[in-house]
């Protein structure tokens, strides 16, 4: 039987799925958010997260949730819900497909659950501490590839206000030292392609919402989730760091950043 935290998990992130499908192609009203216009909320991102937080509450009202717009539910659980409803509103809102939906599951403050789903690509991946990772019911794999120059890898820039402590903190020390850097901007769907093997590694400073569920799928897909000085992250942060990668250039992307 389907451990009923991941089903419930999966459930949330397909209606939310729907939600920002309702949404998609339509004008949409933006909130600018920290003062930075390239920055904003949808109201597909405010929806999305209402129908997660609905599915979630109505299945395990005693647990403590987290969601990037609105939502902080503090129940003095040991489990502690992570919600991004949609990682990637400029994408959305610009027609750019890498947008998704993701849920994660902290137990004590360690990361045991992730549910990504990528909207556009209809791609569900799944996963459980202890149980390996899933894409659309298929088990994934990170990649093979050993040789940081030859890696295919993501960054993230980040917004205007906050692009030049991104390039100071881990952009400048990394460009030259890898192989080929996209820049997907969605944090949740590099993390996807990662641990499907896609890509060989992911960089990024943000927020725990971003990352918890990715960290998840890339662990249980046999990957290496740490922070810049590669220890376990601390999830309880505002905002935190991590490396995510496949674990075979995981010390050359940790003594670059050196």
Do not use: C
């Not at 991104?166 to 952009?171: E, F, N, P």
């Amino acid at each position: 039987m389907e451990d009923q935290f991941l089903k419930i998990a999966k459930q949330a992130a397909l209606e939310a799925g729907k939600v920002i499908q309702k949404y998609s192609g339509k004008e949409q009203h933006k909130n600018i958010k920290h003062g930075d216009p390239t920055d904003y909320v949808t109201e597909a991102d405010i929806e999305a997260e209402k129908t997660i937080v609905k599915i979630l509450t109505t299945s395990f009202p005693d647990h403590n949730m987290l969601g990037e717009e609105q939502t902080k539910i503090e129940k003095n659980s040991k489990y502690t819900w992570v919600i991004d409803p949609l990682d990637g509103s400029i994408s959305f809102g610009s027609g750019v497909p890498y947008f998704s939906v993701s849920i994660g599951l902290l137990e004590e403050g360690i990361p045991v659950l992730g549910v990504i789903y990528n909207v556009s690509f209809k791609q569900l991946y799944w996963a459980r501490k202890g149980q390996g990772a899933f894409l659309n019911g298929k088990a994934i794999q990170v990649s093979q590839k050993n040789n940081l120059r030859e890696s295919v890898s993501s960054l993230d820039f980040g917004h205007n206000v906050k692009r030049q402590y991104k390039l100071d903190l881990y952009v400048n020390k990394l460009i030259t030292k890898m192989g080929y850097i996209y820049s997907f901007g969605s944090a949740v769907a590099s993390l996807g392609m990662v641990g499907d093997g896609t890509l060989d590694l992911y960089v990024n400073y943000a927020y725990p919402w971003d990352f918890v569920a990715g960290a998840v799928i890339v662990r249980e897909a046999g990957g290496k989730v740490t922070d810049f000085e590669g220890n376990e992250p601390d999830w309880t942060k505002e905002r935190l760091n991590i490396v995510a990668s496949n674990g075979l250039v995981h010390e050359a992307i940790l003594e670059a950043l050196r």
